[in-house]
């Protein structure tokens, strides 16, 4: 009878945005006093009806969180209290571009890599054919630099050759 009673004069008190500190201590005392599952429910539904503002009543939160917790009571059942859902961790989005980019980084190189070696490859190739058809290096290279490609790479080409 006594959760009843809690239970009306909250609901006859009127909510604004926040509770005031009579309507806290009554919510207080109705948390408290909500000792079953049913109890609980019958106060939370009662909160949403209102449409209650908890968002800096870290204590009050704290305690409906443990309960919920204890009856298994999912907080997403009651949209229109504010502050009340546990708190998810807030997703870093700058750690995960700088992931993101970073991975794309890392298979861009690998895939540059693959292309370099088969690109070198192939440089080898064409560098050994055109030996084998009478060019000097010094021909070669000036060749293959008019046609972009790397000096640096032509060189050491040249030299494994």
Known sequence: MKKIIILMLFL????ANSITS????ILEEAIDSANTKYDFEKLMDLLNKQKVDLSDETEIISDINSLSRKFNVDLGNYPDIKGIKEKKEKINWTVIAAVSLFIIALIFEVYMAKNKKKNTQQLEDYIKD???????KKQIKDILLKN???ESTVDSVLRNI
């Open 12 to 15: 006859i008190l009127p909510l």
């Open 148 to 150: 972009n490609w790397d």
């Open 130 to 136: 055109a030996i084998k058809k009478g060019y000097t």
């Open 22 to 25: 009579e309507q806290k201590s």
